[in-house]
T-cell receptor, first 114, second 113 residues
Framework: GQQLNQSPQSMFIQEGEDVSMNCTSS?????WLWYKQDPGEGPVLLIA?????ELTSNGRLTAQFGITRKDSFLNISASIPSDVGIYFC??????????????FGKGTLLTVNP | DADVTQTPRNRITKTGKRIMLECSQT?????MYWYRQDPGLGLRLIYY???????NKGEISDGYSVSRQAQAKFSLSLESAIPNQTALYFC????????????FGPGTRLTVL
C-alpha cells in the first residue's frame, strides 16, 4: 500500500527554537493533514490542507501543501515544553469511487528541553 | 464529554483469548475506522466502515474482525489473541465529503501475554 516518508523520526530541541518536519509521498494526495499525539492520548488534528501550494497557520504552527502534491511540511516556531509529543502527517488519496482513506506517516517524536 | 469513546482503556489478556474493543461516537459521522499503533510504525489501518452496511479490510486485517452495530458503534474483535497483537488501538470517525479529517478516540492499550 501507499507509504509516506516522514522525517525526521525524532527531534530534541531547546525551548524557543523553531522546528521543521516534512512528509513525502510517491503518489499524489488530495489532502494533507497534520496531527499531534500527546502521551496516552489519541491524535488530534492540527492543520488540514486541501489545495496544492496552500499555506495555513494555526498559532505558532504553519503547514504547507507542496506544489507537486507529493509533499507537505510543518513548522513550529518558538517551541515551548507543551509542544512535546508525536507529530503525524497524513495524506488522503482517491481510492475508488468516492471512498477515501488516509495514509499516515510514522511520526516525528519531538522533545523540547526547557 | 468526549465525542469518540473507547472501552476498555486498558486490557491485559492471555494468548488464545477472545477480546472485543468497543468504540462509540456522538459526532453523527458515517465513517469509522480502527487503527493500531506500534512504536516506530505509526498508525496502521485494520478495518474501516463507510456506513452501517459497509465493512472493508485495511492493510493489517488478519487476526481481527469488526462489527458495525449502528452508525455510532464500531467494535473490533481479536478472535484468538496472540502476543504480537499487543499494541495501542485507536478508533476514529470522519464525515466526508467536505472534510475527510479523522477524529480519534483516546485509545485502548492491549497487552497479550
Amino acid at each position: 500500500g501507499q507509504q509516506l516518508n516522514q522525517s525526521p523520526q525524532s527531534m530534541f530541541i531547546q525551548e524557543g527554537e523553531d522546528v521543521s518536519m516534512n512528509c513525502t509521498s510517491s503518489s499524489i494526495f488530495n489532502t494533507w493533514l497534520w496531527y499531534k499525539q500527546d502521551p496516552g492520548e489519541g491524535p488530534v488534528l492540527l492543520i488540514a490542507l486541501y489545495k496544492a501550494g496552500e499555506l495555513t497557520s494555526n498559532g505558532r504552527l504553519t503547514a504547507q501543501f507542496g506544489i507537486t502534491r507529493k509533499d507537505s511540511f510543518l513548522n513550529i516556531s518558538a517551541s515551548i515544553p507543551s509542544d512535546v509529543g508525536i507529530y503525524f502527517c497524513a495524506g488522503r488519496e482517491r481510492s475508488g469511487g468516492s471512498n477515501y482513506k488516509l495514509t499516515f506517516g510514522k511520526g516525528t517524536l519531538l522533545t523540547v528541553n526547557p | 464529554d468526549a465525542d469518540v469513546t473507547q472501552t476498555p482503556r486498558n486490557r491485559i489478556t492471555k494468548t488464545g483469548k477472545r477480546i472485543m474493543l468497543e468504540c462509540s461516537q456522538t459526532k453523527g459521522h458515517d465513517r469509522m475506522y480502527w487503527y493500531r499503533q506500534d512504536p516506530g510504525l505509526g498508525l496502521r489501518l485494520i478495518y474501516y466502515s463507510f456506513d452501517v452496511k459497509d465493512i472493508n479490510k485495511g492493510e493489517i486485517s488478519d487476526g481481527y474482525s469488526v462489527s458495525r452495530q449502528a452508525q455510532a458503534k464500531f467494535s473490533l474483535s481479536l478472535e484468538s489473541a496472540i502476543p504480537n497483537q499487543t499494541a495501542l488501538y485507536f478508533c476514529a470517525t470522519s464525515d466526508p465529503p467536505l472534510s475527510d479529517t479523522q477524529y480519534f478516540g483516546p485509545g485502548t492499550r492491549l497487552t497479550v501475554l
